[in-house]
């Protein structure tokens, strides 16, 4: 147990070090087709009844967050910072921890719904871009852990954010989902 913890924070300093080279690079305006490497603490799975519901709604042609095991659609990134989003209505479960610092992103796409855990919407991300809709489940999402067998209670809820323009048609399917706020004036 203990060398799994170990392994398990070795594997998240890793991650956090190029992470940190990553944005360094974006906010200096320099490209960079750096892929943040696997963290088990930031890569659970969308659940799949959620991923059915939200696909029927939006029909989503990429799955932006994504790895060879772990992809929810035949198109998926593994590098969403070197693609083009701009013909794309992308699904984004992203490394949870960083959401907000991918979510410049979701203004280039044509649409795009992203999982969000509710603490980081108190976030410089979220504060600069304001999604057109914010859905509020009203009960915690349990999502699933990379091994895909051990279930666990979530610690934090999760919200959906969608970003681009949406139907009325859309919109009341969503609120199957959860209760929906707007940030249209
Ligand atoms: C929370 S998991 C989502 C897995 C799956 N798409 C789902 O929703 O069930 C996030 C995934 O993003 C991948 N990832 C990490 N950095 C990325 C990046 N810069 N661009 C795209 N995917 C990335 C990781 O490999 C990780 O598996």
Redesign the pocket.
Known sequence: MATERGSMAKEKAIYEATYLEVTKKLAKGKKTTK??P?DPT?????PPDL?KKLDEIFGFTV?????EK???LPK??????SEDWSNEIA?C????GYVDK?LFRASRAQMSLW?CMANRLVSPGVNKYPPALLIIPARRLKF?PPDGIQAKSPTSGTVLLVYGKVSREQIARLETIGSIWTSWK
Request: net charge negative; glycine share 0%.
């Open positions: 892929k943040l696997d930031q890569s659970w799975r969308t991923f799955d932006a967050f994504a790895n772990n992809h929810l998926w990134w593994e590098d969403c910072e699904f479960n992203p490394p949870f991918f999982l699933i």
